[in-house]
């Protein structure tokens, strides 16, 4: 099977590739198939935006299409960023920016606690759909910590590792990672949805 994935990401790419490569998946992006779709991530949750993703890559190409959208939900914000994870504070802002906006609006708070989420949403040109999901609990810290890997990753705090995500390496955070989680538990769906619809 050949998957496309709703990405431009190549480091997304890779890990998907390393993930599903034992399945005897293919997965390639959006330029290896000549498209380059664009999605408005006009939903509310991280199920819909990562389903609006996956199904217009798979309209678009007429192949298997995997998407994923992910956030930091911060429990003393209501939530927030949530969904809105990437554009945080305006598009004028980078990482460091947000980073500091969200520590900004969290002064003074004793209730740090917080999770990441991950949606990863399989679509399959006869309309079926997989989806998985994947949590990480943490707190976010009142300083950045670590400057390894992306985003939010300075601020979040994992409690059973005594370390933000930014301090791990990039396969220690993908063992507990609500992405690494999400993927894991997908390519268990995918392998069950393959077995069932063989021959
Ligand atoms: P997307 O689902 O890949 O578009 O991610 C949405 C946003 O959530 C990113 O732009 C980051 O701000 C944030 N985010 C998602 N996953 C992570 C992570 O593993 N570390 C830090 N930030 C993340």
């Known amino acids: 099977?050949?998957?496309?994935?709703?990405?431009?990401?190549?480091?997304?790419?890779?890990?998907?590739?390393?993930?599903?490569?034992?399945?005897?998946?293919?997965?390639?992006?959006?330029?290896?198939?000549?498209?380059?779709?664009?999605?408005?991530?006009?939903?509310?949750?991280?199920?819909?935006?990562?389903?609006?993703?996956?199904?217009?890559?798979?309209?678009?190409?007429?192949?298997?299409?995997?998407?994923?959208?992910?956030?930091?939900?911060?429990?003393?914000?209501?939530?927030?960023?949530?969904?809105?994870?990437?554009?945080?504070?305006?598009?004028?802002?980078?990482?460091?920016?947000?980073?500091?906006?969200?520590?900004?609006?969290?002064?003074?708070q004793l209730d740090r606690r917080a999770k990441f989420v991950s949606v990863v949403t399989c679509c399959f040109p006869n309309g079926d759909v997989l989806t998985a999901q994947g949590e990480c609990a943490g707190a976010i810290a009142h300083a950045p910590m670590g400057d390894g890997n992306f985003g939010y990753d300075p601020i979040f705090l994992v409690a059973e590792k005594h370390k933000t995500y930014a301090q791990m390496t990039p396969e220690e955070k993908n063992e507990i990672s609500h992405r690494g989680r999400a993927m894991a538990q997908f390519k268990t769906e995918l392998e069950k949805y393959l077995a069932a619809h063989s021959g």
Do not use: C, H, W
């Open 1 to 108: 099977m050949k998957a496309v994935l709703a990405s431009r990401n190549p480091k997304k790419l890779k890990e998907m590739q390393a993930i599903l490569s034992s399945l005897g998946v293919e997965v390639v992006n959006e330029e290896d198939v000549g498209v380059n779709v664009e999605v408005e991530e006009t939903g509310t949750t991280f199920e819909e935006n990562s389903l609006l993703k996956a199904k217009a890559v798979t309209e678009a190409t007429g192949l298997p299409a995997i998407a994923d959208d992910s956030g930091l939900m911060v429990d003393a914000l209501n939530g927030a960023p949530g969904v809105y994870s990437a554009r945080y504070g305006g598009e004028g802002l980078d990482d460091a920016g947000r980073n500091k906006l969200l520590l900004e609006n969290l002064r003074g």
